[in-house]
């Protein structure tokens, strides 16, 4: 089993930044890329950046150009750095890892981001 604990959401004006962390525990070898989505309040939760243990990155559009996802191999822990934040960007943000089968393994708890006009 993979255990993830997020943290670093929080409060913040338009144009600011936060960075989430997504530290993995368990059994971090059966997983084959972790990524971000995010849900606001009435919507469906969506991606918005993985990589993969090879390194390839995806974001969604809303993302590029502002996130930017990382990851620390020796502290197991993946990054989402957000800059530029907008009141469009308020959700919980959830980290997940898919393992080498495709299959989300685990997701994290939930961090909530709310980014104020």
């Known amino acids: 089993q993979v255990q993830l604990v997020e943290s670093g959401g929080g409060l913040v004006q338009a144009g600011g930044s936060l960075r989430l962390s997504c530290a993995a525990s368990?059994?971090?070898?059966?997983?084959?890329?972790m990524g971000w989505y995010r849900q606001a309040a009435g919507k469906q939760r969506e991606l918005v950046a993985r990589i993969t243990t090879g390194g390839r990155i995806n974001y969604a559009d809303s993302a590029k150009g502002r996130f930017t996802i990382s990851r620390d191999n020796a502290k197991n822990t993946v990054y989402l750095q957000m800059n530029s934040l907008k009141p469009e960007d308020t959700a919980v943000y959830y980290c997940?890892?898919?393992?080498?089968?495709?299959?989300?393994?685990?997701w994290g708890q939930g961090t909530q981001v709310t980014v104020s006009s």
């Open positions: 368990g059994s971090i070898i059966s997983i084959n890329a």
């Open positions: 997940n890892a898919v393992n080498k089968l495709g299959i989300v393994a685990s």
